[in-house]
């Protein structure tokens, strides 16, 4: 008998959940800043930990909210945590579809389905780390170094001129980004056409410029209204025009306009994404996996999407997207924000993503590439890990 015939195979012995822990931590901005439709001054964050009986360990987040992002917490602690305790943290499908079943009359969608969310990010993490791989590289990776970014930005503040906002955008661009985006929809069409023209003018004709209306219409006369103003200027894409169940406008605007159509960043659940597709509604997907229903629905979603040949540049969480952008054939962008003043979530973290050439590096480090800062949650805890 040949040595390769002998080989005794051991057997597998599946690690346990013995604990899982939440908080919510609200980090306030700096500066008050403003959307098309609201202003935020501070961000509640849920937070989660998975801990197993080898002594491997997973995190998960979300934002929940401006206020109020306890709801999540609350759903982490008392539906689910309990269920979780003694199960094998490799089953993350079988795991997800009985939380998410026994979710369905407290919300598919909002903060119940963030919470799923949240704990199917820390199952993937601790994962990754119980085998010493980076996240992307566990869910198999299309992209091993680098994955191409846009900056995000281009918010209102007090005393921003159109002149600012371009400095702003040219910055960015001076930083090496080949895509930047702004916010639109506050200001009547002329307003808003001065601070695009200002932006074009400022990062030059090759630039990919994105816009971002954040749901601040409501008819489709309205966005036809602005889209003319915005068409002269060449941007790339037109986001989150109208309400996110408003699915039917974005597919009129869809078919009246040139500038493509992107949304789901507070869509959920691979059904409305398909919908979504189904009605030519969007044209790039800007799915979160922590607003969806976690990693795993991200990728139900993302391989859905590769097949009506639509494109994934998810949104928010630079440090999470990233993972997902390098594992999915159809990533095309990473939303990354240069500093915390926006998405102060990296207040929160030990680590951040290198930049180079205007994209992001790809963690080496097992799973996310980040813990969190214990200090900081400490310090902006609403309440403790329980």
């Known amino acids: 008998m040949s040595n390769t015939q002998d080989r005794t195979v051991s057997a597998y012995a599946p690690a346990k959940i013995v604990s899982v822990e939440a908080a919510t931590v609200r980090v306030p901005l700096d500066n008050p800043t403003s959307f098309s439709t609201r202003q935020v001054l501070a961000r509640d964050y849920a937070i989660v930990r998975i801990r197993t009986d080898d002594g491997a360990e997973g995190i ?20 689910f945590a309990p269920k979780l305790i003694g199960q094998d943290p490799t089953r993350v499908e079988g795991i997800w579809q009985e939380m998410y079943q026994d979710a369905l009359l407290q919300g598919r969608a909002g903060a119940v389905i963030r919470a799923i969310s949240i704990i199917d990010i820390a199952l993937w993490d601790r994962n990754a780390r119980a085998v010493g791989l980076p996240l992307y590289r566990l869910l198999g990776a299309v992209r091993t170094d680098r994955v191409p970014a ?10 921003k001129t159109p002149a600012k906002l371009g400095e702003e955008l040219a910055g960015y661009v001076a930083q090496g980004f080949k895509a930047v985006k702004m916010k639109v929809g506050r200001l009547d069409p002329r307003g808003e056409e001065e601070r695009i023209r200002a932006a074009r003018e400022a990062i030059g004709p090759d630039v990919l410029l994105m816009l971002d209306a954040n749901n601040a219409w409501k008819d489709l006369p309205t966005a036809m209204r602005y889209m003319d103003r915005y068409e002269p200027y060449d941007p790339y894409w037109i986001e989150e025009p109208f309400s996110p169940d408003d699915i039917d406008n974005h597919a009129r605007l869809a078919a009246n306009t040139h500038v493509s159509v992107a949304t789901g960043e507070i869509e959920v659940g691979r059904w409305r994404h398909k919908e979504l597709m189904d009605k030519g509604g969007a044209i790039i997907l800007q799915t979160d996996a922590a607003v969806c229903g976690g990693i795993s629905e991200f990728r139900r979603i993302a391989a859905t999407a590769a097949s009506y040949g639509i494109n994934m540049c998810p949104h928010w969480f630079h440090d999470l997207h990233v993972h997902l952008v390098a594992s999915s054939v159809n990533g095309q962008f990473v939303e990354f924000f240069s500093d915390d003043q926006v998405l102060n979530f990296r207040r929160l973290i030990t680590r951040q993503l290198e930049i180079e050439d205007g994209e992001l590096k790809l963690p080496q480090q097992p799973g996310l590439g980040f813990d969190f800062d214990e200090e900081a949650i400490g310090r902006w805890a609403l309440d403790g890990w329980k």
């Open 60 to 79: 998960g987040f979300c934002y929940g909210g401006s206020t109020n992002g306890d709801i999540v917490t609350k759903a982490v602690r008392e539906m």
């Open 150 to 159: 846009y900056a995000s930005g281009g918010y209102y503040l007090d005393g």
